[in-house]
């Protein structure tokens, strides 16, 4: 099939962008992780592989509810899926050589990710509390119990 998302997260069809968000949703709902780490859209007829240049989706908003050791943060992402950061859904941040700063990445359901919007994440970085490196505590935020390094690895 010829459906190209975007590292930005723009949703094309043979090069023109879809315009309906309805559409891109329902196209989303459908969409796998393959073992072999392809997308496909699959549907009880067909399964179709689609093109995919970062990761499907962007989380474009979030908030936070409670503080310290008791809050969650709470993702949304372009095509309407809520996440909480926690146990089932890890929060991380990458580097990579054809980029300027971190790549915070969010994994949304089935293998499928969604890369944090720079905007949102430097929200998560200014309730980021103070760090020492020096004695070994990295700069991060807790969500539903579990820390979350706001830095690349090392």
């Known amino acids: 099939m010829a459906l190209h998302i975007t590292r930005h997260g723009e949703w094309l069809y043979q090069g023109s ?89 969010i994994h949304v359901r089935g293998g499928l990710n969604a890369r944090i919007t720079r905007s949102v994440y430097y929200e998560l970085a200014e309730l980021v509390p103070e760090s020492d490196p020096a004695a070994g505590i990295s700069p991060g935020l807790i969500s539903s119990g579990v820390f979350f390094p706001l830095v690349p690895p090392a």
């Not at 949703?25 to 392809?38: I, Y």
């Open 17 to 105: 962008t879809i315009r309906r968000p309805a559409l891109v949703r329902l196209l989303a709902s459908v969409m796998r992780l393959e073992t072999d780490g392809r997308y496909c859209l699959v549907t009880p007829a067909e399964k179709l592989r689609i093109t995919i240049e970062d990761v499907p989706f962007l989380a474009v908003e979030f908030e936070r509810e409670g503080s310290g050791d008791h809050q969650r943060l709470i993702f949304r992402t372009n095509v309407d899926d809520i996440i909480v950061a926690g146990p089932g859904h890890r929060l991380w941040v990458s580097e990579s050589k054809d980029t300027v700063g971190p790549l915070p990445y």
